[in-house]
Nanobody
């Protein structure tokens, strides 16, 4: 069982930045693939970014096209925390952002409660 708690959401003007954090429980964090998803009002939840464990200390990041070049995902295994640095925010980035985790290529099995991000124009 993995428990995830997001923080860092808020209200920001277009062009601004926010950093989301997701703290995970458990001692196997370093082997988890961690992802960020978002859900805007009236829309389905969509993938934002992931940082994937490939073995040892090697990870690779993946991003949705809509956030490439603006968002950066990172992790601190010593703190069991994954981050999402969001720059050049746009009103269309407004959504509830969720952190999730999975083992290998399995489905994302564990989800946080979400944190609201609102970008004003």
């Amino acid at each position: 069982q993995v428990q995830l708690v997001e923080s860092g959401g808020g209200l920001v003007q277009a062009g601004g930045s926010l950093r989301l954090s997701c703290a995970a429980s458990g001692s196997t964090f370093s082997r988890l693939t961690m992802g960020w998803f978002r859900q805007a009002p009236g829309k389905e939840r969509e993938f934002v970014a992931s940082i994937n464990w490939t073995g040892g200390t090697v990870y690779y990041a993946d991003y949705a096209d809509s956030v490439k070049g603006r968002f950066t995902i990172s992790r601190d295994n010593a703190k069991n925390t994954v981050y999402l640095q969001m720059n050049s925010l746009k009103p269309e980035d407004t959504a509830i952002y969720y952190c999730a985790s999975r083992w290998g290529n399995g489905a994302y099995a564990y989800w946080g409660q979400g944190t609201q991000v609102t970008v004003s124009s």
